[in-house]
Protein backbone atom coordinates (compact mmCIF):
# COMPACT_ATOMS: atom_id res chain seq x y z
CA UNK A 1 0.00 0.00 0.00
CA UNK A 2 1.12 3.46 -0.29
CA UNK A 3 2.93 5.30 2.73
CA UNK A 4 1.31 7.51 5.21
CA UNK A 5 2.94 10.22 6.57
CA UNK A 6 4.61 8.49 9.54
CA UNK A 7 6.74 6.28 7.13
CA UNK A 8 8.70 9.37 5.57
CA UNK A 9 11.69 10.05 7.30
CA UNK A 10 11.92 14.35 8.30
CA UNK A 11 14.94 16.53 10.13
CA UNK A 12 14.88 19.97 10.96
CA UNK A 13 17.59 22.04 9.82
CA UNK A 14 19.77 25.05 11.34
CA UNK A 15 17.41 27.12 9.83
CA UNK A 16 14.26 25.73 11.81
CA UNK A 17 12.94 24.53 8.34
CA UNK A 18 11.70 20.40 7.90
CA UNK A 19 13.60 18.69 5.29
CA UNK A 20 12.74 15.34 3.35
CA UNK A 21 13.71 13.30 0.59
CA UNK A 22 12.31 14.39 -2.71
CA UNK A 23 12.36 10.43 -3.12
CA UNK A 24 9.93 9.69 -0.16
CA UNK A 25 7.76 12.55 -1.55
CA UNK A 26 7.63 10.59 -5.28
CA UNK A 27 6.36 7.29 -3.47
CA UNK A 28 3.24 8.79 -2.40
CA UNK A 29 0.51 9.07 -4.39
CA UNK A 30 -0.64 12.44 -6.65
CA UNK A 31 -2.84 14.21 -3.84
CA UNK A 32 -0.32 13.37 -1.32
CA UNK A 33 2.81 14.81 -3.49
CA UNK A 34 0.27 17.95 -4.23
CA UNK A 35 0.31 18.76 -0.85
CA UNK A 36 3.92 18.51 -0.38
CA UNK A 37 4.32 20.52 -3.41
CA UNK A 38 2.17 24.01 -2.13
CA UNK A 39 4.44 23.52 1.02
CA UNK A 40 7.57 23.50 -0.28
CA UNK A 41 10.39 26.25 -0.15
CA UNK A 42 13.57 27.72 -1.39
CA UNK A 43 15.90 25.41 -0.05
CA UNK A 44 17.70 27.29 2.74
CA UNK A 45 20.40 26.62 5.22
CA UNK A 46 21.83 22.66 5.13
CA UNK A 47 20.22 19.40 5.01
CA UNK A 48 19.29 18.51 8.48
CA UNK A 49 22.31 16.19 9.99
CA UNK A 50 19.53 14.07 11.17
CA UNK A 51 18.11 13.35 8.50
CA UNK A 52 21.60 12.73 6.47
CA UNK A 53 22.63 10.31 8.88
CA UNK A 54 19.39 8.43 8.42
CA UNK A 55 19.39 8.22 4.55
CA UNK A 56 23.51 8.41 4.12
CA UNK A 57 25.12 6.88 7.08
CA UNK A 58 21.82 4.75 7.82
CA UNK A 59 21.92 5.64 10.95
CA UNK A 60 18.08 6.58 12.52
CA UNK A 61 18.43 8.92 15.44
CA UNK A 62 16.96 6.68 18.32
CA UNK A 63 14.83 9.71 20.06
CA UNK A 64 11.05 10.36 20.20
CA UNK A 65 8.81 13.65 19.58
CA UNK A 66 7.99 14.59 22.68
CA UNK A 67 4.06 15.02 22.10
CA UNK A 68 4.12 11.22 21.35
CA UNK A 69 5.20 10.89 24.84
CA UNK A 70 2.91 13.40 26.54
CA UNK A 71 -0.28 11.37 26.95
CA UNK A 72 2.08 8.80 28.41
CA UNK A 73 3.91 11.24 30.96
CA UNK A 74 0.52 12.21 31.89
CA UNK A 75 -0.70 9.22 32.90
CA UNK A 76 2.48 8.47 34.55
CA UNK A 77 2.14 11.14 36.88
CA UNK A 78 -1.05 10.49 37.81
CA UNK A 79 0.11 6.49 38.65
CA UNK A 80 2.91 7.91 40.68
CA UNK A 81 0.75 10.13 42.81
CA UNK A 82 -1.89 7.47 43.25
CA UNK A 83 0.72 4.96 44.59
CA UNK A 84 3.19 7.80 46.91
CA UNK A 85 -0.24 9.92 48.03
CA UNK A 86 -3.39 7.63 47.39
CA UNK A 87 -4.82 10.05 44.98
CA UNK A 88 -4.18 11.10 41.09
CA UNK A 89 -2.84 14.75 40.13
CA UNK A 90 -4.88 15.36 37.12
CA UNK A 91 -8.82 15.39 37.10
CA UNK A 92 -10.23 13.97 34.21
CA UNK A 93 -11.18 16.74 31.22
CA UNK A 94 -14.32 15.89 28.87
CA UNK A 95 -11.69 17.00 25.72
CA UNK A 96 -8.26 15.75 27.14
CA UNK A 97 -7.97 13.50 24.08
CA UNK A 98 -8.78 16.33 21.19
CA UNK A 99 -5.98 18.33 23.25
CA UNK A 100 -3.92 16.11 22.72
CA UNK A 101 -4.25 15.77 19.39
CA UNK A 102 -3.25 19.04 18.40
CA UNK A 103 -0.26 19.77 21.09
CA UNK A 104 2.61 19.02 18.79
CA UNK A 105 6.24 21.44 18.40
CA UNK A 106 4.70 22.11 14.71
CA UNK A 107 1.98 24.36 15.39
CA UNK A 108 4.55 27.07 16.85
CA UNK A 109 5.51 28.85 13.80
CA UNK A 110 5.23 31.78 15.20
CA UNK A 111 5.02 34.08 18.47
CA UNK A 112 1.44 34.12 18.33
CA UNK A 113 0.84 29.95 17.71
CA UNK A 114 3.35 29.53 20.16
CA UNK A 115 1.58 31.11 22.82
CA UNK A 116 -1.60 29.11 21.57
CA UNK A 117 0.42 25.68 22.07
CA UNK A 118 1.24 26.68 25.32
CA UNK A 119 -2.34 27.82 26.39
CA UNK A 120 -3.50 23.99 25.51
CA UNK A 121 -0.36 22.53 26.77
CA UNK A 122 -1.70 24.34 30.15
CA UNK A 123 -5.23 23.09 29.83
CA UNK A 124 -3.64 19.39 30.22
CA UNK A 125 -1.61 20.39 32.89
CA UNK A 126 -2.05 23.15 35.17
CA UNK A 127 -5.97 23.35 34.70
CA UNK A 128 -6.69 19.62 35.42
CA UNK A 129 -4.08 19.81 38.74
CA UNK A 130 -6.46 18.91 41.61
CA UNK A 131 -5.41 21.76 43.68
CA UNK A 132 -7.62 20.71 46.60
CA UNK A 133 -6.74 17.13 47.14
CA UNK A 134 -3.13 18.66 46.90
CA UNK A 135 -3.75 21.40 49.72
CA UNK A 136 -5.35 18.75 51.86
CA UNK A 137 -2.08 16.31 51.54
CA UNK A 138 0.03 19.64 51.59
CA UNK A 139 -1.43 22.36 53.34
CA UNK A 140 0.00 26.26 53.07
CA UNK A 141 3.18 26.72 54.67
CA UNK A 142 5.13 30.08 55.68
CA UNK A 143 7.78 29.10 52.65
CA UNK A 144 4.63 28.25 49.77
CA UNK A 145 1.99 30.32 50.56
CA UNK A 146 0.50 30.15 47.24
CA UNK A 147 -2.68 28.09 46.42
CA UNK A 148 -3.19 27.98 42.47
CA UNK A 149 -2.63 24.74 40.99
CA UNK A 150 0.88 24.28 40.87
CA UNK A 151 2.04 25.94 44.10
CA UNK A 152 0.09 23.25 45.53
CA UNK A 153 1.85 20.65 43.72
CA UNK A 154 5.19 21.91 44.65
CA UNK A 155 3.78 21.70 48.30
CA UNK A 156 3.52 18.14 47.41
CA UNK A 157 6.29 17.40 45.98
CA UNK A 158 8.52 19.75 48.44
CA UNK A 159 7.16 17.08 50.87
CA UNK A 160 9.04 14.18 49.19
CA UNK A 161 11.77 15.54 46.98
CA UNK A 162 12.77 19.05 49.16
CA UNK A 163 11.96 23.06 48.54
CA UNK A 164 14.70 23.22 45.65
CA UNK A 165 14.37 19.83 43.82
CA UNK A 166 10.49 20.97 44.09
CA UNK A 167 11.26 24.17 42.44
CA UNK A 168 13.30 22.89 39.74
CA UNK A 169 10.92 20.51 38.64
CA UNK A 170 7.98 22.72 38.80
CA UNK A 171 10.03 25.33 36.76
CA UNK A 172 8.83 23.77 33.13
CA UNK A 173 4.96 24.01 34.15
CA UNK A 174 5.71 27.22 35.78
CA UNK A 175 7.04 28.77 32.31
CA UNK A 176 3.96 26.52 30.27
CA UNK A 177 1.41 28.45 32.06
CA UNK A 178 3.26 32.30 31.99
CA UNK A 179 3.44 31.90 28.02
CA UNK A 180 -0.39 30.63 28.56
CA UNK A 181 -0.99 34.53 30.45
CA UNK A 182 0.80 35.35 27.00
CA UNK A 183 -2.16 34.29 25.08
CA UNK A 184 -4.97 35.83 27.07
CA UNK A 185 -2.72 39.16 27.20
CA UNK A 186 -1.01 39.33 23.66
CA UNK A 187 -2.26 42.32 22.86
CA UNK A 188 -1.27 44.39 26.12
CA UNK A 189 2.26 46.01 25.42
CA UNK A 190 4.10 44.02 27.41
CA UNK A 191 4.01 41.14 25.13
CA UNK A 192 3.50 42.59 21.43
CA UNK A 193 6.72 44.40 22.75
CA UNK A 194 8.25 41.02 23.66
CA UNK A 195 10.50 39.16 20.80
CA UNK A 196 10.67 35.18 21.32
CA UNK A 197 13.75 32.87 19.96
CA UNK A 198 13.09 32.83 16.21
CA UNK A 199 10.12 34.89 15.96
CA UNK A 200 9.74 38.15 14.89
Do not use: C
Amino acid sequence: GEPGYSSIHFGINEAGLINVYARDVARLSEWHRRIWAGRNLYPNGRLSAELGRAHVEGRVADTTAPEARTAEALIAIDAAAQANWGFPVFRPHNIQDRILATVHRFRATNRDSLLELAKDVARLTADRVDADALKAFAPVTPELRGTGSLKSLERALAKHEGAAQARALMGPLAGIYDLRVGAALRSSPKYTSSRLAGTA
